[in-house]
């Protein structure tokens, strides 16, 4: 397990109630990361292997309870999901009581399937997401109020500006990547994708553009991890587009390194 890593000059861990905290949810493990306007100051990140979704919630509620410092009380907390399902419903058609039939629409799931449910004012829309069985029950257990989040929202409401026609940007989950296509004004397309191989990421992100009758050379990608074993990732789609951007998400999405 690794270390709690803490900007000394700033945190100070009896004022936890100062301090937001953001968690991070994925298939690979679990991350906190505490922030103290709008800046890091304590980050601490553990790897699983968790061999089925069911299993996240038990090993969630296991690692909670393992950690002293998520005992505390925070100001503001956020649990970010990396839930692959997920749907984008505009505003004007969203209705509450129908968000368990779309979602079983879309992904067949049944009817005890939780679901939570986003806003994204900038492009006036809600996000429907899955969460993984007894994940909510272990949040109001263990941490109590909070927000639950999925990735997509904090990407979607902090779109970069892009100089050219079209932008791309990828964020990567343990066996699968989000995909977003967008323009200045509008989102195309919001999806996530299996992957085995950086070439399947090459191959899903072509394969996008060329159903919307875009060339690369008409879009700038963005790739919202930078962790060593994306690199690889990154080779392979350079021949395709110029340049590579990072999107710094940090603040928002929870830790993505050990280190702050």
């Known amino acids: 397990m690794h270390k709690l890593a803490t900007d000394t000059s700033l945190f100070d861990i009896e004022k936890t109630y100062e301090y937001i905290l953001s ?45 002293d410092i998520l005992q505390k009380p925070f100001r503001k907390t956020s649990i970010i999901v990396f839930a692959e399902g997920f749907s984008l419903v505009p505003e004007e058609y969203f209705e509450e009581t129908l968000k368990t039939e779309i979602t079983n629409l879309l992904y067949n799931e049944n009817e005890q399937t939780e ?8 492009f006036k829309t809600r996000l429907l997401f899955t969460l993984p069985e007894g994940l909510n029950k272990v949040i109001q257990d263990k941490i109590g109020e909070c927000e639950i989040i999925h990735p997509i929202k904090t990407i979607l409401n902090h779109i970069p500006e892009i100089k050219k026609e079209y932008g791309i940007i990828l964020l990567f989950n343990k066996n699968s990547f989000f995909t977003i296509l967008f323009t200045p004004s509008k989102i195309l397309l919001a999806n996530s994708f299996k992957m085995a191989h950086e070439t399947d990421v090459v191959f899903y992100v072509l394969s996008i553009l060329k159903q919307h009758n875009i060339k690369p ?27 590579i951007q990072n999107l710094q998400l940090v603040s928002f999405l929870g830790v993505k390194k050990e280190n702050i």
């Open 217 to 243: 050379a008409e879009t700038e990608l963005f790739i919202t991890e930078t962790e060593e074993k994306y690199l690889e990732t990154e080779k392979a789609l350079l021949p395709y587009f110029s340049t």
């Open 23 to 67: 968690i991070r949810v994925r298939p690979d493990g679990f991350s906190f990361l505490i922030l103290s306007n709008n800046q890091p100051v304590a980050s601490k990140t553990i790897q699983q292997k968790i061999s089925s979704s069911r299993l996240i919630s038990r090993h969630f509620a296991e690692w909670i309870e393992s950690e």
């Open 115 to 122: 679901i939570a449910v986003n806003s994204v004012s900038k």
